[in-house]
C-alpha cells in the first residue's frame, strides 16, 4: 500500500490497527493470570518453540527466488480495480490499510506471542512493547522494503525469525515463571 498510495495514510493505517490489536491481545492475555502462573509460562514457551520451529521449516522450504514472487504478489493484491470491500470503505488508503492489516493479523503468531506474553508479564508493558514492535516493523516495511527485499531474501527472514522465536523460548526456560 505504502508503494501505491501515501506512505503517511498506509503507515498510519498500519499502525492503528497493529495497536489496537496488541491492546486486545495484552487485554486477552491478562484475563489468563487467572490461570497458574507456572501453567501460562511454559505454555507461552511451548508457543514460542512451535512457531520458532514452524517459522524455520518453513524458510528451509522456501525457495531463494520466493521474495521476488512475494513482491509481486502483494503489488497484485494491493493494485487493480477497487474491490467489493473497498467500494464500501471508500479509497481512503488509510481505513484499507487498517482494514487489510487488522483482518489480516488477527490470529496470527505475533498476536498468539502478545496473548502468552501478557499472560506473564506486566500487561502494560506487553502491550507498548508490541506497539512499538510492530511500529518499527512498519516503518522498515515502508521505507526500506525494497531496499531489504533486493539484498536479504523472504527465506533468510524467515529463518531469522524463527531462531527469534526459540531464542525467547530459551530465555523463558532459563528464566523461568516471574512472581
Not at 498500519?14 to 487467572?34: D, R
Not at 509481486?72 to 482494514?99: I, M, R
Request: charged share 15%.
Amino acid at each position: 500500500m505504502a508503494m501505491k498510495h501515501s506512505k503517511t495514510s498506509a503507515i498510519a493505517g498500519a499502525l492503528s490497527a497493529n495497536a489496537l490489536m496488541s491492546i486486545f491481545s495484552a487485554a486477552i492475555g491478562s484475563f489468563a493470570s487467572l490461570v497458574q502462573k507456572d501453567y501460562t509460562h511454559y505454555l507461552s514457551v511451548v508457543l514460542l518453540v512451535i512457531f520458532g520451529s514452524r517459522m524455520i521449516a518453513e524458510g528451509y522450504a522456501m525457495e531463494k527466488t520466493q521474495t521476488k514472487e512475494a513482491i509481486k504478489e502483494a503489488e497484485n493484491e494491493t493494485s487493480g480495480e477497487t474491490k467489493g470491500w473497498a467500494k464500501l470503505v471508500g479509497n481512503s488508503a488509510l481505513v484499507q490499510t487498517f482494514l487489510l492489516t487488522f483482518l489480516g493479523e488477527w490470529g496470527d503468531r505475533s498476536q498468539l506471542s502478545t496473548i502468552a506474553l501478557a499472560a506473564n508479564e506486566g500487561v502494560s508493558k506487553v502491550a507498548v512493547g508490541a506497539i512499538l514492535g510492530h511500529a518499527v516493523c512498519i516503518l522498515v516495511a515502508a521505507y526500506g522494503g525494497c531496499l531489504v527485499a533486493h539484498r536479504m531474501s523472504l527465506r533468510s527472514v524467515t529463518l531469522l525469525g524463527g531462531c527469534v522465536f526459540l531464542l525467547l523460548a530459551c530465555s523463558n526456560v532459563i528464566m523461568g515463571p516471574t512472581i
